[in-house]
C-alpha cells in the first residue's frame, strides 16, 4: 500500500476546502458572488470540531449540514454565471467544478468517492492493521527475486484490483525486465484464483506436489515483508508526493531501483573492506610511483 499526501478525508475539511478553492479562483477571475460565506464558513469548520471532539454528535452534524449548503450556494452561484464567461475562464472552472458536483452529490456508503481535491485518483483501502484501519492511496505490486531480495518487478494498481487478478501482469512485467520466464512464484494467500498457466503459483497452505525445497522455499516468501517495510522507509515509498497515476507509478519505479542500488551499493562496501592490505598497494596493481623531485 502507498499512501498519497493527503490528510484524513472528513466531510467538513472537504467542504470547507471545495468553497475556498472555488472562491478564491472567482476572485482571480473577477466574477462576483452573491455570497463567498468566508467568515461563516470558517466558523462552522471551527464549531464542527469542537462539537466533534466533545462527542456532541448531533451539533457536529448540523454544522457539517451547514457547511455543505454553504458549498452548493457558491457552487449553483458558479453554474449561473460561468456560460456568461469567456471560454478560457470556463476552462479554468471545468476541472474543480466536475470535482465539487461529485463530492456534493456523493454519500457515505458509494464506492469510489472523492477523499481529496487535489488528488482524486486516491483511494480508501482497508488492510486490515490493527494500527491503521484505513489507507488512503494506491495498492502496489513488487516481485523479489528468491535468494538475493533484488527487487525484478514493481507497479502501481490504481483502482484497488484483486490481487489474484494482477498476478499476470505483474510476471509480465518480470519477463519484460529480467528477458527470463519465472519458473516458479510464491505468494500469500490472497492471490488465489490467478489464473495462472506459464509459471508454478504456489500458495501457503497447499498439500498436493508439495516437497521439502517447495517447502522451504513458501517459508521464505516471508522475507519480502521486511523488504517492504525497508522501501516504504528507506525509499520513500511510505508517503508520494507526486501528482496523479503517474506519479503513483513513477514513485514506485523509483523506490524500487533505489532498494537495488542499496543492495549493490552495501555489497561492494563489504567487499571492498574484506579484501587484503596488499590489494590497496598501487605497486600490487601494477601502477607506477610517482617521485617528487
Not at 449540514?65 to 475562464?89: E, I, M, T, W
Amino acid at each position: 500500500m502507498q499512501e498519497k499526501a493527503v490528510a484524513f478525508p472528513t466531510g467538513a475539511r472537504l467542504y470547507h476546502k471545495a468553497r475556498v478553492w472555488l472562491v478564491r479562483l472567482a476572485r482571480q477571475s473577477g466574477i462576483e458572488l452573491r455570497q463567498s460565506y468566508t467568515r461563516k464558513g470558517k466558523q462552522a469548520l471551527f464549531m464542527h470540531n469542537r462539537y466533534s471532539a466533545a462527542r456532541q454528535l448531533r451539533r457536529a452534524r448540523r454544522e457539517l449540514r451547514r457547511l455543505k449548503v454553504y458549498l452548493g450556494r457558491v457552487h449553483r452561484d458558479l453554474q449561473r454565471q460561468l456560460p456568461a464567461q469567456s471560454a478560457r475562464v470556463q476552462a479554468c472552472f471545468a476541472e474543480l467544478m466536475a470535482r465539487v458536483a461529485r463530492l456534493l452529490a456523493q454519500q457515505r456508503h458509494d464506492r469510489g468517492k472523492l477523499y481529496s481535491l487535489h488528488a482524486p485518483e486516491v483511494e480508501c483501502i482497508a488492510k486490515g492493521k490493527a494500527h491503521k484501519k484505513y489507507e488512503f492511496g494506491v495498492k502496489v505490486s513488487l516481485a523479489v527475486t528468491q535468494r538475493d531480495n533484488f527487487i525484478v518487478g514493481a507497479q502501481s494498481l490504481p483502482g484497488n484490483p484483486y490481487d489474484g487478478h494482477t498476478l499476470k501482469d505483474a510476471l509480465g512485467q518480470v519477463r519484460r525486465l529480467t528477458g527470463t520466464q519465472p519458473e516458479h512464484c510464491f505468494v500469500d494467500r490472497g492471490y488465489k484464483g490467478h489464473e495462472v498457466r506459464s509459471t508454478s503459483v504456489h500458495i501457503p497452505g497447499q498439500r498436493r506436489g508439495i516437497t521439502k525445497v517447495l517447502r522451504r522455499a513458501l517459508k521464505r516468501r516471508n522475507a519480502i515483508e521486511p523488504i517492504i517495510a525497508h522501501v516504504k522507509q528507506d525509499g520513500l515509498l511510505g508517503r508520494n508526493y507526486l501528482k496523479g497515476e503517474n506519479g503513483d507509478a513513477m514513485n514506485v519505479t523509483l523506490a524500487a531501483a533505489g532498494r537495488n542500488l542499496r543492495i549493490i551499493l552495501r555489497k561492494l562496501r563489504l567487499s571492498w573492506s574484506a579484501a587484503p592490505s596488499a590489494h590497496l598497494d598501487p605497486v600490487a596493481f601494477g601502477l607506477a610511483s610517482a617521485t617528487l623531485a
